[in-house]
């Protein structure tokens, strides 16, 4: 059953082809088989799967068509999540069991989902790649388990990649939906600033991250992203589409600006990298959308990679201030400490100044007068374990940024983003594109997006587990 799309199961399920407890059974049993080697899964609830499971096959016998009733899901472990526990990757919060549902989580379970688990995710967030004291093992790639399957969406893109998912809840802070896409070979959606809600409240006046989906395909990203895109009212950011992400419409001609370089001193993007943008790039043009190579707007200096390191701290900082107990502080992670201390030494000047540093960034790449950038997602291939962290806490934040250069400035500017598959090297990794839209035109983006992948931008290639 896993070898369908999310679309086809959810059509079978309508047809009493299967019932909502058998496709449940089946990803439980799959997760109980993989989950160890691949770290998808924080916390998995079967009983309460099969529960709701059991719910839902009696509504879908009642005719009860609601959009994604019956069919199995796991949520991101730092959205709350009412009576499932939800850890925000911290040991210090591992015994947390929220009263109720984020705003976006709710939207998906009222929408019929039916909660398998909480997926993997480091600790609040704050990495590109997925470890933490709550789980024993980091989430890895099934295309090479002994490399990241990046983060802070980690554990949601290993999890529908290796088929213990259908398709999955996620967020994206500085690339965390587009990036664990990438080294997982799936679509990854990052929404504009506002067609999503966050499920947690905003730490920051300046706010980057957005939900989304990570799904297989187009269609069953936009089926996600459907039911996630109805704002609260109170969000002043809030807006909707004219349109439904599941009636995308081919695009007009678009003009698409391209550039690989990454805009970091001492940092070139790996030969497959380069390559996955070149393939992308005639694909389009033999579309019949205009390519234009352009130079990347804004280099990475140092006054904005330091603009970067106050914005982590002082997120951190305030994370921390307000979630995590005194008595606990100890369990945090290293880099978290780290990231808490520069934080605890920051100013109100520093972190306007930071904000304003990096508006003046983003502002760069908005200007670019095109439809759509096309660029990679990540500078190279999936990194094997313990590469962010082999110069200590210090270097983290710059091994990141060198590998995940290519994301950040869509968050802070707002606009919405895609990461599409590409192909598979010759040792069998993954690379992916990145495709960013002008702000509020989502609809346009993924249609793009449905368009390549109707032309074969990618093959429907899976890793190794996957027919297991």
């Given at each position: 059953m896993h070898e369908l799309s999310a679309t086809a199961q959810l059509a079978a399920l309508q047809a009493g082809e299967f019932s909502s407890r058998e496709l449940t059974t089946h990803y439980l049993e799959r997760i109980?088989?993989?989950?160890?080697?691949?770290?998808?899964?924080?916390?998995?609830?079967?009983?309460?799967?099969?529960?709701?499971?059991?719910?839902?096959?009696?509504?879908?016998?009642?005719?009860?068509?609601?959009?994604?009733?019956?069919?199995?899901l796991g949520i991101k472990d730092l959205f709350n999540t009412a009576g499932v526990r939800t850890t925000f990757g911290s040991a210090a919060l591992a015994e947390t069991v929220p009263a109720a549902d984020g705003w976006a989580t709710g939207l998906l379970r009222q929408a019929g989902a039916v909660l398998v688990g909480k997926t993997n995710t480091p600790e609040f967030g704050a990495t590109c790649y997925t470890e933490n004291s709550v789980t024993a093992q980091p989430s890895v790639t099934p295309y090479d388990v002994t490399r990241y399957a990046s983060g802070s969406s980690g554990g949601a893109a290993a999890a529908v990649a290796a088929g213990l998912l259908p398709v999955a809840h996620a967020s994206d802070g500085a690339g965390s939906i587009r990036t664990p896409a990438t080294t997982c070979y799936l679509v990854g959606v990052k929404p504009s600033l506002g067609l999503v809600t966050a499920s947690v409240p905003p730490s920051s006046f300046f706010p980057t991250a957005i939900e989304g989906p990570l799904a297989r395909n187009v269609a069953d990203?936009?089926?996600?992203?459907?039911?996630?895109?109805?704002?609260?009212?109170?969000?002043?950011?809030g807006?909707?589409?004219?349109?439904?992400?599941?009636?995308?419409?081919?695009?007009?001609?678009?003009?698409?600006?391209?550039?690989?370089?990454?805009g970091m001193d001492g940092i070139t993007p790996h030969p497959e990298t380069i390559r996955a943008v070149e393939r992308t790039a005639i694909l389009l043009q033999q579309l019949g959308h205009e390519i234009?190579?352009?130079?990347?707007?804004?280099?990475?200096?140092?006054?904005?990679?330091?603009?970067?390191?106050?914005?982590?701290?002082?997120?951190?900082?305030?994370?921390?201030?307000q979630v995590v107990p005194d008595q606990r502080a100890a369990q945090l992670t290293p880099y978290i400490k780290y990231l808490n201390e520069i934080g605890a030494e920051l100013s109100g000047a520093d972190v306007l100044t930071a904000q304003a540093i990096q508006v003046r960034f983003a502002s760069a790449f908005a200007a670019t007068e095109a439809d759509v950038v096309l660029t990679p997602v990540t500078s190279g291939p999936p990194v094997p374990l313990g590469h962010f962290e082999s110069t200590g806490v210090e270097g983290i934040i710059d091994r990141m940024l060198e590998w995940s250069v290519y994301t950040p400035w869509a968050n802070l500017s707002g606009q919405p983003a895609v990461a599409l598959p590409s192909h598979l090297d010759q040792d069998g990794l993954p690379y992916g594109?990145?495709?960013?839209?002008?702000?509020?035109?989502?609809?346009?983006?993924?249609?793009?997006?449905?368009?390549?992948?109707?032309?074969?931008?990618?093959?429907?290639?899976h890793p190794p587990c996957w027919s297991q």
């Open positions: 109980a088989k993989y989950d160890a080697m691949l770290g998808a899964f924080v916390t998995v609830v079967p009983e309460l799967a099969l529960d709701e499971a059991r719910r839902a096959d009696k509504r879908l016998a009642d005719g009860d068509r609601a959009p994604l009733l019956g069919l199995p990203a936009a089926l996600l992203l459907d039911v996630m895109a109805h704002p609260w009212k109170g969000d002043l950011n807006w909707r589409p004219e349109g439904s992400f599941a009636d995308l419409q081919p695009p007009k001609r678009l003009k698409i600006a391209v550039w690989t370089e990454t234009q190579e352009v130079p990347i707007p804004a280099r990475w200096d140092d006054t904005i990679r330091r603009a970067m390191r106050t914005h982590f701290g002082y997120l951190i900082d305030l994370v921390v201030d594109v990145q495709l960013v839209g002008r702000p509020r035109h989502d609809l346009e983006l993924l249609a793009l997006a449905a368009q390549l992948e109707a032309a074969a931008l990618w093959d429907d290639v």
